[in-house]
């Protein structure tokens, strides 16, 4: 109420004011005195005046008719000198665009009650506040950009369009959001002859930016027509710990055992104390307490022992404002090891190799001769991509190549690598380049072996090289239908033409040798592309392949969500709907066959502070922040006023015609 | 007309002579005192037969018919009707209410009686003028013939306002002094607080052939005030205080129509024929149109 009115007289004033309402009173009986006329006869007066008698209370009320318009008056001046008046936002222009910043710090609550709700509120102001004819597009932005509101002038829709607007658990990117806003104030240009145009009208407007300015700097763009009006959004004071990282890996000593390892950040000015609570499927298994200094990093290692498929997470305690980075999934997924099938007439190193302890922890391996690939069971089992990879050593893959990854030693697989029997060779090899950016080359060193004879590889677009020798590929990798195909140029084991076994090269002696066979077992047999334990973030698309074959797979997310997918061509699965973090399972009929988690990992999400006094960078223009609106007072005293006018007006006009109601 | 020489004549040439043409009508007949030009009930001598009767000796010898005594050998008497003068009263109001208007109601009222005077003594009518009034000069002496115009228009000006007159005195003394028959025209405004009832009653007991011209002014009919007001009655000082707004105007015509109206149905109950007259409307039109519609004059 203080805000609505302005006294604009002291207390004297006031007290003289006050006084002429009675004053008017006073004058108004005083006044009775009626003038005497001498008419004929009172006959038909009194007459008249006995039925208006009847209702003298209204009568009366008529009679003093001007009385109550002086009153009015006077009234009408008071409340004017008072000045009432609101607050209200200075008037925006006739194009606004609001963009609404719905990532997962967002949802922090130390604005009640959240962040987002804040922002929504404040934009309703402006929306509340648009003048008729005014237009409004409204652009709710996280990772990515999503128009929620096309320009318009119902404001009506526009609210409910605006409440529409939901959290979400992405981290933030202004980018694509920017675009969008920009359609229309920046119009692209066409050019003709020596002069470009402008393809439409520009039309500018205020870009009104509700966020708490954590993402990254936004380069390369300009705003053009834009007015940029930053509103921060938050309590700058407010800190927060969050789980940045959260992963699991196997004991570094102890075989058997997991170690799950987590990454806590503290955003607080202060120090902060945190529990971090770690549960296994559900059931607290372990706790440790934390004392984080500010902006402090600091590591947690919880060891535990796993058998078989688990659900992580790790809690933090006491809650701060951002929830959603006090919680971490993890999951650890069956030990599934990759089926391989070594095709070879006999192959003591790669045998040997494939016998390791680690090398078995990865697969198990099956070896069969090479006379196995002309059965019906062979056929079968490769139709249904029974096994991960097939290795083909001293053989051919024969006519079809089989729904999983292969190496071939010595031979190409397929025509696509060109015609087996045209096969350049070449005599000892130098091996002048390796690829060790590729996972089966890593750490593979390959400088000090020898090669009797190697065939030059005429690999197929789209292959990468592995091994380069001087006179040509020694090695490639290629993908084929969502697999690949692995050739390696040079045999370990000739036969020569007596059928006498000869030793092609000395690489299985060097310690490259083993490390090259675990690297590939890693990449080609390991549970392919498989999100194996690994996490996400939210919004990014995950791809995996089926354990048992099957065409559709049901994805679980957290919150009883589910969602059918559908292999695709390359005989994957690909869910995007991962919304939200937790922990998403992967059904394949009835049984849980994979997990994966989605996190929200993201340290500049997790840095909830707005800073206002930071300017926005946009494009070369630096963005002040806005904490309020610039408030104008609209006032009343105008119309009140003009009412007193007209009241004063209609007593005028009836104090003279004497024209009651 | 000599001792109010600033006001203008009652009648004015142009008006006598519009006036000449006509004549005083009654509905009924009347015996008459002396002889006019009117028929009377009574038989005598004019040109106008009537009947026969048998000769009695000592009959006019004039008024045989011998025609019919040379045809039947009798002796018949011609009888013819007599023609008289007819008794015309005008009976003006001169209470101080009448005092209103421009022109007065009152010297509108004289300015009728004037008019319907002349044309009674253009035809030979008993022309008497009587206020309302108390006193000997309430009552004129007779005017008959074209002669006494002068002297009728002299006591028509010499009307004074007389006064808190009531209405039914007024009457009372009017009837008492005349108990001859004939037309008796009242012109007033009726505007008594005892009612009007009482007098008009009085002048149907008279068998007499009465019209009223009530006669308001234009303050009455459509008045001009403002504000609060405190109304003081000009005849007894009766005081109506008023605050004049739209319903009371409206509620004072509902008023004055009801008064009105009521007047007119009380009159057209007794064979009284009644005139609404205001004082805007000349007298010549009020004569030449409303009252020859009424039958008074032809």
């Known amino acids: ?85 609101w607050r209200s936002t200075a008037g925006t222009k006739d194009r606004s665009i609001f963009l609404v910043d719905n990532s997962a710090s967002m949802s922090a609550i130390d604005v009640q009650p959240t962040r987002l709700a804040e922002a929504k509120r404040r934009i309703r102001e402006l929306i509340d506040n648009m003048g008729s004819g005014d237009k409004a597009m ?4 996280a990772d990515g950009a999503q128009v929620v509101q096309e320009f318009t002038d119902n404001r009506r829709r526009l609210r409910e369009r605006l409440d529409a607007i939901e959290p979400t658990d ?23 002859d020596e002069r470009d145009i402008q393809v439409a009208d520009a039309q500018p407007a205020d870009l009104y930016l509700f966020t708490d300015g954590k993402f990254p700097t936004v380069a390369n763009f300009s705003l053009g027509n834009l007015t940029p009006i930053y509103v921060p959004i938050g309590d700058p004071e407010v800190g927060n710990v969050g789980i940045t990282a959260f992963s699991t890996r ?29 549960y296994i499927d559900g059931e607290l298994a372990n706790a440790e307490q934390v004392t984080l200094a500010a902006g402090e990093r600091q590591g947690l290692v919880f060891p535990f022992d796993s058998a078989g498929a688990a659900r992580l997470r790790l809690e933090l305690s006491p809650r701060d404002p ?108 130098q091996i002048i380049d390796t690829n060790r950016a590729h996972p089966i080359m890593q750490l593979v060193d390959l400088d000090t072996i020898d090669i009797a004879e190697g065939a030059i590889l005429s690999p197929p677009a789209g292959a990468t090289l592995l091994i380069e020798s001087g006179a040509g590929p020694l090695a490639a990798i290629a993908p084929r239908d969502g697999f690949e195909d692995a050739v390696f140029g040079f045999e370990i084991f000739g036969k020569d033409d007596a059928g006498e076994t000869y030793v092609n090269t000395n690489w ?133 006023l003009l009412l007193a006018l007209f009241v004063l007006a209609i007593e005028w006009y009836i104090y003279n015609r004497r024209i009651y109601i | 007309m000599s001792t109010v020489s600033n006001q203008p004549p009652l009648l004015t040439p142009q008006l006598m002579h519009q006036l000449e043409r006509l004549e005083l009508v009654t509905r009924k007949v009347f015996r008459g005192r002396m002889k006019g030009e009117r028929r009377s009930k009574r038989q005598g001598q004019s040109v106008e037969f009537a009947d026969y009767r048998n000769y009695v000796p000592g009959d006019d010898l004039r008024f045989i018919d011998w025609n019919l005594y040379a045809r039947l050998d009798k002796l018949f008497l011609k009888l013819f009707l007599e ?55 309430a009552a004129s002496p007779i005017f008959r013939g074209r002669a006494s115009q002068w002297r009728m228009l002299d006591y028509l000006q010499n009307i004074e306002p ?104 009380f009159c057209a109950r007794r064979g009284i024929t009644y005139v609404l007259a205001d004082n805007q409307t000349p007298v010549e039109t009020l004569v030449a149109k409303y009252l020859r519609r009424r039958g008074l004059v032809r």
């Open chain 2, 83 to 137: 023609e008289e003068d007819l008794h015309f009263y005008a009976l003006i109001d001169n209470s101080l209410s009448m005092e209103f208007g421009a022109p007065t109601k009152l010297r509108y009222a004289q300015q009728l009686a004037a008019a319907l005077g002349f044309i009674g003594l253009v035809k030979a009518d008993r022309i008497r003028i009587e206020t309302l009034g108390p006193g000997s000069h």
């Open chain 1, 508 to 640: 299985p002696l060097r310690s490259s040798f083993p490390t090259f066979v675990f690297n590939m077992l890693q990449y080609l047999a390991g549970p392919a592309d498989s999100v194996a334990g690994g996490s996400v973030r939210p919004g990014e698309p995950v791809r995996f392949r089926s354990v048992t074959g099957v065409a559709s797979v049901d994805v679980d997310g957290p919150g009883g969500s589910r969602h059918e997918v559908k292999r695709n061509q390359q005989h994957e699965f690909q869910f995007s709907q991962t919304d939200h973090v937790g922990i998403y399972e992967i059904r394949e009929g009835k049984n849980v066959t994979q997990r994966f988690a989605v996190n929200l990992f993201d340290s500049s999400e997790s840095d909830i502070a707005p800073n206002p006094e930071a300017a926005l960078q946009i494009g070369y223009v630096e963005v002040e922040g806005r904490s309020g609106w610039e408030f104008v007072r609209r006032e009343l005293w105008k119309f009140l």
């Open chain 1, 250 to 278: 196997r004991h570094e000593s102890k075989a058997g055992m997991l170690q799950a390892y987590a990454q806590l950040e503290n955003n607080n000015s202060r120090d902060a104390k945190v529990t971090a609570e770690f």
């Open chain 1, 322 to 429: 951002l929830r959603v980075d006090d919680v971490a999934y993890a999951v650890v997924n069956d030990p599934r090891r990759g089926r391989v099938l070594l095709v070879t007439p006999g192959n003591s190193a790669l045998e040997l190799a494939l016998a390791t302890a680690r090398a078995k922890e990865l697969a198990e391996v099956e070896t069969v001769i090479p006379a196995y690939l002309e059965t019906e069971t062979y056929r079968i089992a490769a139709a249904e991509g029974h096994y991960d990879l097939v290795i083909f050593d001293q053989c051919a893959a024969g006519d079809a190549l089989p729904r999983a990854n292969t190496l071939s030693i010595g031979r190409v697989p397929s025509s696509a690598w060109g015609d087996a029997q045209a096969v350049p060779k070449v005599a000892n090899p």
């Open chain 1, 170 to 192: 992405e981290n933030t990117s202004l980018d694509e959001a920017l675009k969008l806003a920009a359609g229309l104030a920046n119009p692209g240009r066409v050019a003709f």
């Open chain 1, 138 to 141: 409204i652009i709710a932005f």
């Open chain 2, 162 to 265: 007389a006064g808190a007159t009531s209405l039914v005195d007024g009457v009372k003394r009017f009837c008492i002094r005349n108990s001859g028959k004939g037309i008796v025209v009242l012109i007033s405004d009726l505007l008594d607080k005892q009612g009007y009832e009482a007098a008009l009653r009085c002048l149907l007991a008279q068998q007499l052939d009465i019209y009223v011209v009530h006669l308001l002014c234009d303050e009455e009919l459509n008045p001009d005030v403002r504000g609060d007001l405190k109304l003081v009655d000009c005849e007894d000082d009766d005081v109506a205080e008023v605050t004049v707004s739209a319903p009371l105007l409206k509620r004072y015509q509902r008023t004055l129509q009801a008064f009105t109206g009521g007047a007119r149905e």
């Open chain 1, 1 to 85: 109420m203080g805000d609505f009115l302005h006294n604009t007289l002291s207390a004297g004033p006031w007290v003289l004011l006050a006084l002429i309402p009675p004053a008017v009173v006073l004058l108004y009986f005083l006044k009775l005195k009626r003038v005497p006329l001498e008419v004929p006869s009172t006959y038909l007066w009194q007459k008249s005046i006995e039925d208006l008698h009847v209702n003298s209370i209204w009568q009366r009320l008529r009679k003093n008719l001007l009385l109550f318009l002086q009153l009015l008056l006077l009234l009408l001046i008071m409340l004017s000198l008072l000045r009432p008046g």
